[in-house]
């Protein structure tokens, strides 16, 4: 299966700043099957973005994301306190999907 | 709009089995594959399976082959995820959630369901 590495683990900023959280996979993951979902406690895990780069419906265009290959980030422009939540990379070009262990964003 | 909704919370003793029901509205049932991911107390995301609820076909973690069965009624637009031989270690939070924006059952999960706490406890 493929292993997705998230970093960093926590990440603690201000609002108003910016927030790059990575993604990294064991082996390529093809052409964009790459999904970052957004969970706030007590609530189901939200899509923010899927083919790598595209953003769903809905999502502010303070989020977007990047990559290929095996390397992806997604970056918040500018932080507000509506974004701290558990943020988790996906792969689903592969069976079994696999989703990274989360990376923490915390608003000061 | 789409509409992902599960059945309510279970309390099951070791060794018993659960069924849980995940029932879809606005839009085209048959069209859309349905996932099931589970997270346990304060942990990750773990893929556990898919079904085509057009005709049936399913595909399971190997972690879940024998434990975890997967069916789909396109009558009342319904998939249902049965675990058997439970154990304290099943005690999660299990999610369905819909997969788009890709190529036949490989898709994003866009529409999660509110999630079934499933407690396993003699």
């Known amino acids: 299966e493929i292993v997705l590495t998230q970093s960093p683990g926590t990440l603690s900023l201000s609002p108003g700043e910016r927030a790059t959280l990575s993604c990294r996979a064991g082996?390529?993951?093809?052409?964009?099957?790459l999904a970052w979902y957004q969970q706030k406690p007590g609530q189901a895990p939200r899509l923010l973005i899927y083919?790598?780069?595209s953003r769903a419906t809905g999502i502010p265009d303070r989020f977007s994301g990047s990559g290929s290959g095996t390397d992806f980030t997604l970056t918040i422009s500018r932080l507000e306190p509506e974004d701290s939540a558990v943020y988790y990379c996906?792969?689903?070009?592969?069976?079994?999907?696999?989703f990274g262990q989360g990376t923490k964003v915390e608003i000061k | 709009q789409v509409q992902v909704v599960q059945s309510g919370a279970e309390v099951k003793k070791p060794g018993a089995s659960v069924k849980i029901s995940c029932a879809a509205s606005?839009?085209?049932?048959?069209?859309?594959?349905m996932h099931w991911v589970r997270q346990a107390p304060g942990q990750g995301l773990e893929w556990m399976a898919i079904?085509?609820?057009?005709?049936?076909?399913?595909?399971?973690a190997q972690k879940f082959q024998g434990t975890v069965t997967l069916t789909s009624d396109t009558s009342t637009s319904t998939v249902y995820m049965e675990l058997s031989s439970l154990k304290s270690e099943d005690t999660a939070m299990y999610y369905c959630?819909?997969?788009?924006f890709g190529s036949g059952s490989y898709g994003a999960f866009d529409s999660w369901g509110q999630g079934t706490l499933v407690t396993v406890s003699s």
């Open positions: 996906q792969q689903y070009g592969y069976s079994p999907r696999t």
């Open positions: 082996q390529n993951v093809g052409t964009g099957y």
């Open positions: 606005g839009y085209t049932f048959i069209n859309y594959y």
């Open positions: 083919a790598a780069s």
């Open positions: 079904i085509n609820p057009s005709g049936g076909g399913t595909n399971y």
């Open positions: 959630a819909r997969g788009a």
